[in-house]
């Protein structure tokens, strides 16, 4: 039943196609009339009648709802511990341990670092597989293929990538080359201090992720893709999240029998130190940056 | 005996089925006698159970600490075993030619077959969950034998069929539980095996659960709020409303009301209580409804099928009096209204095949054409209604003796409602004979066109077989009066060999 | 009184906390337009960070940086909540391109984003 | 040096996800089933050495994930309770992937598969997390995952109304994922710490103190709601029936038989290992979750009884017998607990049969749902109509089948507490005939012959045929006639926990 199929980007042609053309010169008509664009009017079925929906039967409780929780718990925030206060019980040993001996046991001067990496490293993985997950979704459902586009839109499509080759944007690309460099290096620099300052994989791999799309953006994912293919995805994401996996595992499983897996740890303070900390905080700067551009493309081209 | 010979009882009906429903016996006849010599050799099996009770009873294995599956052959299964065993071999011989005319033999004494296996499960189950599994086990036989048409009435009447077993076996679980739950061992013992020092400060409880599930198996038994169910499953053909709904799965209702009050609870426990008032009350009712509702109702089957509600209910009445006494009259009664209910839908079901003709106002003049038929109904209809020397004047003459014994007020109403039961079973069922011998002035029935079902009409056979038989002038098969005759004398021999057999039951059930 | 609003004005990024959250949860659930049922989410989760960020932060501390070796408990502020603020936000991120994945194909069949209505004409669908 | 059972639960958890990120790396869809199948037979077989390793000494250990102790580093706790589900999780993921996967490769599109399998060693690594994790910030993390898994198995069918239906599903999931994220936050805010034993130690402090009496009321209640609203409880359950009943065969099999288990695993670990059980009854969560469980087995019961499309009813009854589950928990005693969890493993085994066996039905009938088309398929595929029949008879509840022994454990646990007895015995006795009056039309329905039936003869479907159709269908028999074994192992954990 999918009678009324069709694109996100309808309403983008039509503003294109409309009367405001600021950007086509005048002489190409031949482009502008290949693609049929259905209407969008015609395409939507016939809107169910207020009977039908049950529009505003839960508002009422909704509301109540979330009046009772909000005053619960503005209620709970009255009696929990004041903000700031050095005797709060989260102030306890814990902290105490990975403040005073987080550098000497895992040799980050960052101790979120050292404390998401290898303390908890268990959860961090988890949140990394999370990114995986997130990705192979998006890709699930939005990677083309025979049921959700059909040779219309794939016209369309089409149509759409000449328009925006033959008008990228001057200042965008210009300011992209003059920008770009600086990202990727500061995005590469966030990385690997990960465990020396604030950042670290999370972070540095947005940044690079946000360069990716911005080049993208100024010179057309065809370019990105000239050195970054759905295989160059694939791989880097997996064979990061693959060694990151191996390394944990192995610190796991060895340092729960009471094994010692120390890697050397190096001086605290030096970039090549804190042992796999190091490695993992690059591993996750792929991933990130992987999946970010990779969630952008997804999304505006289908596919990568 | 070595009581191992109880599981051959019970799997030799399961393999037979089995077999059947194998595309191995490609002919009728080869069929029709593979599935006898399975009824047949499950009978005497049975039959030697019955004679040459094993002293053990078989363990299979422990569900929990509280629940086993377990067979045990006492006195209460002997007699309902006995019943069982003699006639299922005869329905199976008369259902041999009532099923010519419905189609669909394979399944049906398929799950004929499987039907007798479980009622024997129910008959020698030895724990209460055993026999709650046979329990739910035969609604899920007898439902397909209910739907056996697979038209909306068949459909209609088995959904209704499976609503009130599955609500009364739902009940019965209650009894189940509560009973593992508040007794020592879960083997049926005469008196009741309950854990008397357990139960302190609980009775009410008990007895309340008792209640409820005595209702609930009662539904199987036609009680009074859950009897709607048996006039409406009149729809199958009729070996099916004759044995199982006049004796397996009735009785396989009342045979587990017996085992909750004189097994389960204990009679001690119960006697005096509200819940033995409630039953007895719900027993007395349905015995003058069910008479009533029999008197008012023209169709011949559903006419049959009320007057088994209210003699069921002699039985449960017999069963509420909670005196030794009544154990003994209600297992006679059970016997002997198996027997003679039996015969009287086998009258209709002979009737009915030949002609097609449901209503009893249509069948006037019929006795001459039918003479062995007709000959055999009223003196089952004599049982029915207690006339002495017949087995039926036995039976209800325990019944009143042990009601009178109690001694009770809702004792002697129950008395006289058994009384005015049987001034009515008199009415319904002598205006049937009457109507057939002496024709009143409607006119009798056409023969050349006999109202039938849509399915027999397109049916050449059929019709060159009425026709033919039109001719004769004689409407009966050989093998259906076979049947009849052997039930008419098994009638007039429990009839004089009361006092035999009185005695045998008196020592079988006081047998541990 | 003024003891309440002492508290109130110390507590002030729980209560603003909540407070979004609330405001987050009612537009999550009254919300038709699929994409701002989406931007209700991510504030109803951030609100949670906030809150989460506002319990780590003790008064006079510096950020658990190690800076000059000083190895002592009482400089540096909690460490924990920023570690899972951080997982909090990964997760968040992951279920908003989710969620958007979804309503995008949703949009290219039915042509709304209007909750309801989907609902409506998901629910006409033959299967 | 650990003895080196104790290494189980980790291996397992990290094998099921390595081999999750390795999957897109391979080339064919057939590997990557491959891949799938051992993976979770391989985590069955383990825990099921763990669970022989660890009953019969009694033994309850913690594993340090790391080499840091308790506060600081993350702990998995393993028990004999916590070994029975990872066995159950395993083995009938491997079934329900091994009998499904036919119908599965008509479902999804080819270049989609390798991200199902994905998906799915996903899920059933965060499933296994979920069950031993001691530390309440990782199951938070896990659940995410398996919130996001367990929609991406129900898109990946992609019609248009799996996606409607999953957009719904995750908008609930994240409502609840959401209350237990503040839950988190607020038991960390007053107590300090994320692992169950400290949490544990603090609450008590702080309840002896009588500090923050209010927060904890209100955070067991949070996290209480939030694992509800996931595991599909009455008010909270709408989106149940949809997402389960379209999405492909496994999925709705493994969501229904597992996933839903596995949040109610991490909520009873959560009440036993942080609040104590005691303090949860005192709090009254007891009592909510008792009657929510009782009209959800009336309310599942009467949606299932109207409902045609077979695969929605599966569902709709899913959601009574969450209630089932529930109630047992709601029961205050502690026999009512492993009253739930054997139902939980009762369920676990009885519900894929029956999707599996549904999925088969309607594969050789033309991918027919509706229970009124499905006449007479049982003829064409007698092991699917076996397969469905006893999974049917189990939920009407015939002695002898896994689910009469449930029932009668609830109802004997419900005798232990007067005051909840006859309510809860009488919504199981209506639920118990409405269970009847929907599965047993249906069990005739598909035994009747029809014109369809003798039809060409059907391809053979293997993994369904001979591995998952029969062990499933063992392991219903077994669980109803050596019950008691697998209830000794449950309260010998709970007791443990």
Known sequence: MKIFKGRFFQNLIMWVNGDTEHFLPPADTKMMESPKVPSVTQTLRPLPTKDEVFLGSFTGLSIFLVIGLVSILLLTTYNLPLFGDPDNPVVNEVIKRYVEKGVEETGAINVVAGMILDYRAFDTLGEASVLLLAGTSVMMLLLKDIKNTDPEDDQIAAYEMEIEERNRDLILQKITMILLPAIILYGIYVVINGHLSPGGGFSGGAILGAGLILYASAFGTNEVRKIFTMKTFKILTTSALMTYAICKTYVFLLGANGIDTRIPLGTPGAIFSSGLIFVLDVCVGIIVACTMYGFYSIFTTGEI | MPNILIIFSLLTPFIGAFVLTQPWLPEKKQREKWIMGSVLLTSLITLALVIFPPANPLKLFKLTSHLTLAFHVDGLSRIFALLVALLWPLTTLYAFDYMQHEGGERRFFGFFLVAYGIVLGIAFAATMVTLYLFFELLTLATLPLVMHKMDDKARFAGFRYLLYSMIGAALGLMSVIFLSAYSDTDYFIIGGILNQSRVLGMENILQGIFAVSFFGFGVKAALFPGYAWLPIASVAPTPVTALLHAVAVVKAGVFACIRLVYYGFGTEFLIGSFAQDITMIATVITIVFGSVMALRSDHFKRRLAYSTISNLSYIMFGVTLMTEAGLQAASLHMLYHGVIKITLFFCVGAVYAKTGWEYISRLSGLGSKMPITFATFTLASLALMGIPPLPGFWSKFALGKAAVELGTKIGYFGLAAIMLSALLTALYQMSVVLQVYFPTEVQPGDLSQPRTTHRQQKSPRYLMRIARAAQSGLLESKRMNLVLLILSLMILLMGFTDGPIEKWFNTILTMP | MNNLLKTMINDRFMIAAVLLFGFGFMNLLLQKNLIRKIISFNIMESSIFLFLASQGYINGRIAPIIVDGILDADVYINPIPSGLVLTGIVVSVSVTAFFLALTVRLYNIYKTVDFDEIMLLVNKEAE | ?497
């Open chain 4, 1 to 497: 040096m650990l003895p080196l059972h104790y290494n189980i639960p980790a291996i397992s958890i990290l094998a099921c996800l390595i081999s999750g990120i390795v999957i897109p790396l391979l080339p064919s869809e057939r590997a990557a089933l491959r891949l799938n199948l051992t993976v979770s037979g391989f985590v069955a077989f383990l825990s099921a050495i763990l669970l022989y390793k660890v009953v019969p000494n009694n033994e309850y250990f913690v594993y340090t994930m790391g080499s840091f102790p308790a506060p600081w580093g993350n702990e998995l706790a393993v028990g004999p309770l916590e070994a029975l589900m990872a066995f159950v999780f395993g083995l009938v993921t491997f079934l329900s992937l091994a009998g499904g996967v036919q119908t599965l490769f008509h479902d999804i599109l080819p270049g989609k598969r390798n991200f199902f399998f994905t998906m799915l060693n996903m899920l059933l690594a965060s499933l296994l997390a979920m069950t031993y994790t001691n530390d309440l910030f990782t199951s938070y993390v896990f659940i995410e995952i398996s919130t996001l898994a367990a929609c991406a198995i129900v898109v990946a069918r992609d019609t248009p109304k799996t996606i409607g239906s999953t957009i719904r599903y995750l908008a609930l999931s994240l409502l609840g994922s959401g209350l237990f994220l503040i839950g988190v936050v607020l038991l960390y805010c007053i107590t300090g710490h994320l692992l169950m034993p400290h949490l544990q130690m603090q609450i008590l402090r702080l309840i002896a103190t009588g500090k923050y009496a209010m927060p904890i009321t209100l955070i067991a209640g949070l996290l209480f709601v939030g694992i509800a609203i996931k595991s599909a409880l009455f008010p909270f359950g709408t989106w149940l029936p949809m997402a389960h009943g379209g999405a492909t065969t496994t999925s709705s099999a493994i969501l229904s038989g597992l996933v839903l288990k596995g949040y109610i695993m991490l909520l009873v670990k959560i009440f036993y290992r942080i609040f104590t059980i005691d303090l949860i009854r005192s709090l009254h969560v007891t009592d909510v979750m008792y009657v929510c469980g009782l009209i959800g087995m009336i309310y599942g019961s009467i949606e299932a009884y109207r409902e045609e499309h077979i695969k929605r009813m599966l569902a709709h009854s899913s959601m009574a017998q969450i209630g089932y589950i529930f109630m047992g928990l709601g029961l205050d005693v502690n026999l009512g607990i492993a009253a739930a969890f054997l139902q939980i493993v009762v369920h676990a085994f009885v519900k894929p049969l029956l999707f599996l066996s549904a999925g088969r039905l309607s594969e050789i009938y033309n991918h027919e749902k509706s229970s009124y088309r499905l006449r007479g398929s049982a003829h064409k595929d007698w092991v699917a109509g076996i397969g469905f029949t006893l999974g049917s008879l189990s939920m009407v509840g015939i002695p002898l089948l896994g689910g009469f022994l449930a029932k009668y454990y609830l109802i004997e646990a419900a005798m232990q507490n007067p005051y909840k007895l006859w309510p809860a015995l009488f919504t199981l006795m209506i639920s118990a005939v409405m269970n009847a009056l929907y599965y047993i039309p249906g069990v005739i329905a598909i035994w009747t012959r029809s014109e369809l039936s003798t039809a060409n003869p059907v391809e053979h479907n293997i993994g369904f045929t001979w591995i998952a159709a029969p062990v499933l269908s063992i392991a219903v028999v077994f669980l109803g006639v050596n019950g008691t074994y697998v209830m000794e192992i449950i309260q010998r954990g709970l007791a443990l926990l």
